[in-house]
């Protein structure tokens, strides 16, 4: 597939996406790109803002088998990954898949469930299997987890383990939309769109499994000059030294920069990555990977202030 079809294929998700999700420009071309790119994301937000909304959306768009998973306390490890079951009239164990075993997998409210469940995740998002009782089973081939969690209330949640959200390719904040757009979601409402009944949007199929695939290929193929993905390198380097972050990226943040950046070019149809796709993926990247001091922290300085700091001081090449 070449890139001119890839970018076709990304403004039809982003396209079909906005005729149920009304101002959310930005977030839908990152969820795009982590879709493209064959990573996770982090959807970050208040209830309400419709996150649960663009990966049901998304589910439909792309023809991919969607299940949601409503992270709770009591929720175990088993309940998602799946269990062994034995069967007398055979006498042999059969494995019966959890709801993790999808396409798509929303992980809804991940932090109200405890660590042992969230670190279920793990090998699943990381090694595209999971193992029960010793034997490993191979997730779907786009097997794509969106996980959200809600930034202001805390109480009853746990927070997640930085293995797990190393593992998230971005983490995308979904704040309100703008007063115009707001007002259109309640027009669109009142005029028979029902959030809970998609067939409302009239969504279109844009692409399948075997397609995504295809876009996911040429994605990984796409040219990088060498200056480039040297300017990532010491993007990601730099996180490590600036005075306001206890603990900087990791070098699986520099990969995961290189795909987004790569996933983004492609989604403004160009079939090389150039500086200006590298800063646009930088703060979505990067924001999880960083951790403040306490002290900048109270001072009200967030992640997002570092990396524009960080972006500024580190030369760009030509």
Known sequence: MDVQRANDLAHGIAAELGKVVVGQEEVLEQIATVLLAGGHALLEGVP???????????????????????????????????????NTATGEFLFRPGPIHADLVLADEINRAPAKTQSALLEAMQERQVTVDGTPHPMSEVFTVFATQNPVEFEGTYPLPEAEVDRFMLKILVGYPPETEEATIVDRVHAGFDSADLATGN????????????????????????????????????????????????????VMLLLAAKAHAVVAGREFVTPDDV????????????????????????????????????????
């Open 48 to 86: 309400g803002t419709g996150k649960t909304l663009m990966a049901r959306a998304l589910s439909l768009v792309t023809g991919t088998l969607f299940r949601r998973i409503q992270f709770t306390p009591d929720l175990m490890p088993s309940d998602i990954v799946g269990v062994s079951i034995y």
């Open 203 to 254: 969504l279109a199929e844009v692409m399948d499994v075997e397609t995504l695939r295809e876009v996911r290929a040429t994605v990984r193929n796409l040219h990088v000059e060498e200056p480039v993905r040297r300017y990532m390198t010491q993007i990601v380097r730099a996180t490590r030294t600036i005075r306001q972050v206890g603990l900087g990226a990791s070098p699986r943040a520099g």
């Open 279 to 318: 800063k646009a993926m930088a703060r979505p990247v990067l924001r999880h990977r960083i951790f403040l001091h306490p002290e900048f922290e109270v001072e009200g300085r967030t992640t997002d202030q570092c990396i524009e700091d960080l972006l500024a001081s580190v030369e760009v090449p030509r």
